[in-house]
C-alpha cells in the first residue's frame, strides 16, 4: 500500500540479504529506504529505490527526499510490481536514467561516508567549533555542510535543523 512503511529485505549482487527495517512503499511495487551502515561505504548516496517483488535495486539516491521523487516519477513507467525478468524486458534503462538524471544529484565523494544523513550531537558540537575557529557566517557553514559528511544526504527539515543549531552554537550570524 502506499505510503506503508514496512520491514523489506535487500538482496545484493553476491547474494547477501540486509533487512531494511523501515521502507517506505512510494509506487506500487517500489520501495524507498536508507541502505544499511557497511553497505558501499564510499558512496555518497545513502538512500535507494528498490524493487519489492525481487529485493534488488532500482537507483541510489543522496537524499531520501530524491529517492521519493525518482520512486514517484519511475513509477510513471511500468508495473513495478511484476518481477524483475518482465520489468527488464518491459523497460528502457535510457527511460529510467533520462527520468532520473533531472531529480539526483551527482555530487561524490572519495571517502567514509557510511554515515552520510545521519548525525549526533557531538557532531552538531564540533561542527560548531570548526565554523567558530574558521570564523564562518551563516552562509558560509550552509556551503560546507552541502558537501560533508554526515549533513550531505539529510532531508531538507533535517539539513536546516542541524544548520540552525551548529550556527547557534557556532555564534555565526
Known sequence: MIGEIREYTLTCA???LYTVPLAKE???????????????????NRWRIGHESSGLAVADALTREDAVKGAEAL????????????IRASVDRNDVFTKL???????????????????????????????????????DILVAMAETVPWMGLDTNEFNEAHDRIVQLSGAN
Open 14 to 16: 553476491k547474494g547477501q
Open 101 to 139: 538524471r533531472f531529480i539526483f544529484s551527482a555530487a561524490r565523494m572519495n571517502r567514509d561516508v557510511s554515515r552520510n544523513g545521519t548525525y549526533t550531537d557531538a557532531d552538531i558540537e564540533e561542527a560548531a567549533r570548526e565554523a567558530k575557529a574558521s570564523g564562518f557566517n551563516a552562509a
Open 26 to 44: 512510494i509506487a506500487p511495487g517500489l520501495l524507498v529506504y536508507r541502505i544499511p551502515d557497511g553497505m558501499h561505504p564510499t558512496s555518497p
Open 75 to 86: 513509477g510513471e513507467l511500468a508495473d513495478w510490481t511484476q518481477s524483475a525478468d518482465n
